[in-house]
């Protein structure tokens, strides 16, 4: 008798523990279900201007490391005639974007005129990959970024570059 008391509490404990197991799976796939059907926090538009900024400072970061503006945009502050720094830099941001975003970038140099105080700027140039006068940005986030060239070559050594960067999804 005792024999199969413990045998019957044994199977008791046996089945309390699939049945937690089971509760915990039921529970589980609820929340899940519950999570797929529901709308996040943040709005798609906020999501993907943050996406776009982040994007967008990314990549100006990355051509900073890498000694881009010295490389391309130093050839006009040594020579302002020459041009062909606006293919290459075209084609750096393009190859380093999704081929489904647009992009503008806007290059200035900043002079200070130490008897006035004031900061001016001289245009540079621009690069893109649209016409921004005639398409529609359905979404679009532009940063601006002020670089000091102080890499190679050294004859732009000390300039300051400032740059407007705009980025976004045609439509």
């Known amino acids: 008798m005792e024999e199969r008391r413990g045998l019957a509490m044994r199977r008791k404990g046996q089945v309390r523990v699939v049945e937690a197991v089971l509760a915990t799976f039921i529970v589980v796939a609820v929340i899940l279900m519950v999570m797929a059907f529901t709308r996040p926090l943040k709005s798609v538009y906020i999501r993907e201007t943050t996406d776009l900024r982040r994007l967008a400072y990314n990549l100006l ?4 490391t890498a000694g881009v503006y010295e490389r391309t945009v130093g050839r006009a502050l040594v020579n302002p005639s020459d041009r062909s720094w606006v293919d290459d830099l075209r084609l ?7 081929p489904d975003l647009v992009f ?6 900043l002079d200070f005129n130490l008897q006035t105080g004031r900061a001016e700027f001289s245009y540079l140039g621009s690069v893109a990959n649209a016409n921004f006068s005639s398409i ?3 979404e679009s ?6 670089y000091v060239a102080t890499g190679d070559p050294d004859s732009v050594r000390g300039s300051v570059i400032y740059i407007v960067l705009t980025v976004g999804f045609a439509g």
Request: net charge neutral; aromatic share 12%.
């Open 61 to 64: 970061n990355d051509m900073a």
């Open 92 to 98: 750096l941001i393009s190859s380093s974007l999704p």
């Open 104 to 109: 503008n970038m806007t290059v200035y140099r």
């Open 136 to 138: 529609r940005l359905y």
């Open 141 to 146: 986030e532009s940063v601006t970024y002020t």
